[in-house]
C-alpha cells in the first residue's frame, strides 16, 4: 500500500527566507506527482504537477523536483511571503489505478 | 476556468439522518472522488467513481455510498450520520488520462449532533 510522508509538519520562517518542503512515498510505481496548496478551512489549490518522466517543473517563485526512482519529491519556494502561509500537499497517482495517496501536509507560516 | 462546486458550505445535521452531499464539475471529467480531512489523519479516500455509474471504494467506505447516474454529479450519502462523521468532505475530479490534475472543491465542513 502506497504511503506518503511529508516533513517537516510544520515549518516557520521568516519572511524573505528560501525554504524547502520534503515528500517521499513508498511505491515507485507512479503516473505523476502533484503539489497543493490549502488555507484554512478551503479547499486544496492545485500548485504544480510532475509527471513520472520529468525531473522538475517550475511555477513563478515555486519549483518541484521529482526523484522517482529513490521516492522523493521537493517542492522549493524561493522568497517566502506572508501570503504564501498555508498547509501544503503533495499527492502520488498510483500506476495500478487512478487513486491519488496524500500525505499529512506542511504548515508553512512565513512571518513578516 | 475549471470548476468543481460543492453543494454546501456548512452542514449541521443530527445523528440518525440520512444526508447527501453533492458534486458538480464542467470539465467533462470522467474521475471524481470523495475525500475526508481529519486532523493528524490527513485526506483519506472514501469513494472514487472511473465513470457513469462506475465506482470503487476507498480506503474509508464503510457508513458511505456514493452514486454518479451523470458525468457531471458525484454524490456522496451518509445513510445514518453519527458523531464521527463529523469531518471536512472534499470532493475531486479528474481526465481519465492520468497525466493531468485533480481538482477539488472548496469542501463542505459536516457536523453530526
Known amino acids: 500500500k502506497q504511503e506518503v510522508t511529508q516533513i517537516p509538519a510544520a515549518l516557520s520562517v521568516p519572511e524573505g527566507e528560501n525554504l524547502v518542503l520534503n515528500c517521499s512515498f513508498t511505491d515507485s510505481a507512479i503516473y505523476n506527482l502533484q503539489w497543493f496548496r490549502q488555507d484554512p478551512g478551503k479547499g486544496l489549490t492545485s500548485l504544480l504537477l510532475?509527471?513520472?518522466?520529468?525531473r522538475e517543473q517550475t511555477s513563478g517563485r515555486l519549483n518541484a523536483s521529482l526523484d522517482k526512482s529513490s521516492g522523493r519529491s521537493t517542492l522549493y519556494i524561493a522568497a517566502s511571503q506572508p501570503g504564501d502561509s498555508a498547509t501544503y500537499l503533495c499527492a502520488v497517482r498510483q500506476s495500478s489505478n487512478y487513486k491519488l495517496t496524500f500525505g499529512k501536509g506542511t504548515l508553512l507560516t512565513v512571518n513578516p | 476556468d475549471v470548476k468543481v462546486t460543492q453543494s454546501s458550505r456548512y452542514l449541521v445535521k443530527r445523528t440518525g439522518e440520512k444526508v447527501f452531499l453533492e458534486c458538480v464539475q464542467d470539465?467533462?471529467?470522467?474521475?471524481m472522488f470523495w475525500y475526508r480531512q481529519d486532523p493528524g489523519l490527513g485526506l483519506r479516500l472514501i469513494y472514487f467513481?472511473?465513470?457513469?455509474?462506475?465506482?470503487e471504494k476507498g480506503d474509508i467506505p464503510e457508513g458511505y455510498s456514493v452514486s454518479r447516474e451523470k458525468k457531471e454529479r458525484f454524490s456522496l450519502i451518509l445513510e445514518s450520520a453519527s458523531t464521527n462523521q463529523t469531518s471536512m468532505y472534499l470532493c475531486a475530479s479528474s481526465l481519465v488520462a492520468v497525466y493531468t490534475e485533480a481538482f477539488f472543491g472548496q469542501g463542505t465542513r459536516l457536523t453530526v449532533v
Open positions: 470539465m467533462d471529467h470522467e474521475n
Open positions: 510532475i509527471q513520472s518522466s520529468q
Open positions: 467513481s472511473y465513470d457513469v455509474k462506475m465506482k
